[in-house]
């Protein structure tokens, strides 16, 4: 859906305070109040462009740990370990069609819906709804095709209800990761003394 250039004019300001967007009609009445809630001030020379992606990732991921604790002297322990993961993800895609659509869209495709949450926490100046295309027909991809085969050309119909496919390249990335890791503990008394040994040569 796309508000039409002459419907309205949007005016904002974000001098000082709240921001706020205000969407007026502009001088000349017949092109419309203004509102975006309102479905006659959208255009219709709008169009939809056909296009899918399909992304998966997978993570493996390990670790291993060791100490070795020692009786008496400087060091109390001597601990290490080995981090590993295996990432990778692979992204399909098809390629972009695009459609004109060469009448205005029946109003069962469209709806009007409120915006959710509370936008600059209830400050008046920005609009609480606008139209949007039928969610239920837009969450299936298969549906939204066939739903707007009939507003595109009679030479496109056929291609739009097939649908794109993906193409024959794919995108795969892949990273693996070995990372050792080695710590060790020493007697708090043993540190003292050579703290205090070192402070005495100073």
């Known amino acids: 859906m796309i508000l039409a250039p002459t419907a309205e004019r949007l005016t904002t300001s974000v001098g000082s305070g709240v921001p706020s967007m205000i969407i007026s009609p502009d001088s000349d009445p017949a092109n419309g109040n203004g509102l975006v809630s309102d479905p006659a001030n959208y255009a219709s020379g709008a169009g939809y462009l056909d296009h899918i992606e399909h992304s998966v990732g997978t993570e493996y991921a390990g670790r291993l740990d060791a100490e070795y604790k020692i009786d008496g002297g400087f060091l109390k322990s001597l601990a290490g370990g080995l981090r590993y993961t295996d990432r990778s993800a692979v992204t399909d ?108 040569c100073d």
């Open 93 to 200: 895609s098809s390629t972009y069609l695009y459609y004109g659509l060469t009448r205005a869209l029946s109003p069962d495709l469209y709806e009007q819906r409120l915006f959710r949450g509370d936008l600059y926490r209830g400050f008046q100046d920005v609009p609480t709804s606008a139209v949007f295309f039928d969610r239920d027909t837009v969450l299936d991809h298969g549906a939204t095709r066939q739903a707007l085969a009939p507003f595109v050309d009679l030479s496109h119909q056929a291609a739009l209800r097939a649908g794109v496919g993906y193409a024959s390249s794919t995108a795969t990335r892949r990273a693996r990761r070995l990372i050792p890791l080695m710590a060790w503990r020493a007697s708090a008394a043993a540190v003292r003394c050579r703290s205090t040994a070192i402070s005495a």
